[in-house]
């Protein structure tokens, strides 16, 4: 019962987060700290470091995802055109999440599958190595985590109109 009441409490906590970061409007996009990892939603996610935003526009640098150490490309964002602005975890973290994935997938695949020379701990640690491995180096390039929303754009009357309709 107690496991219950506390799963609830997060539950409740968890959702009172979301929707206070929800809440906040451009404002809390103007005051991000320069430098900061995030992610800027239009028709497409850009992943990028904020630089700087103005009433009407919001500037930051593509993230450094080149073995080449040349200056990330700046990129501009009329804000009319964002429909989405997100704080985004550091490269590190996305390694460690891709890693522990691909670890157990990997070791997953090898205990099921198994190996003609090897034990199936055997395979499952190889296979779990592997996968961690490659876990670890895609993990910063395709994120599986985001953070919480720092801005959303509103729906358009109209939007909200015909999803009334369906419902």
């Known amino acids: 019962m107690k496991l219950h009441q506390a799963g609830q409490i997060l539950l409740v906590v968890a959702s009172l987060g979301e929707a206070q970061a929800q809440s906040v409007g451009w404002q809390a996009v103007k005051q991000l700290v320069p430098g900061t990892r995030i992610s800027v939603k239009t028709h497409f996610r850009t992943i990028c470091d904020f630089t700087v935003?103005?009433?009407?526009?919001?500037?930051?640098?593509?993230?450094h995802r080149r073995f080449i150490p040349i200056p990330p490309p700046e990129c501009r964002f009329e804000r009319k055109q964002v429909r989405e602005v997100r704080f985004e975890h550091s490269d590190a973290s996305n390694a460690r999440v891709g890693a522990v994935v691909g670890g157990g997938a990997g070791?997953?695949?090898g205990a099921i599958v198994g190996n003609k020379t090897l034990t199936r701990e055997g395979s499952a640690l190889l296979l779990g190595t592997t996968g961690a491995l490659v876990g670890g180096t895609f993990?910063?390039?395709f994120p599986i985590t985001h953070g919480?929303?720092?801005y959303r754009r509103p729906k358009s009357k109209k939007a909200q109109a015909l999803v009334a309709q369906k419902y």
């Open 53 to 63: 935003a103005t009433d009407d526009e919001l500037v930051c640098e593509e993230a």
């Open 107 to 109: 070791a997953a695949v």
């Open 139 to 141: 993990g910063p390039l």
């Open 148 to 150: 919480p929303v720092v």
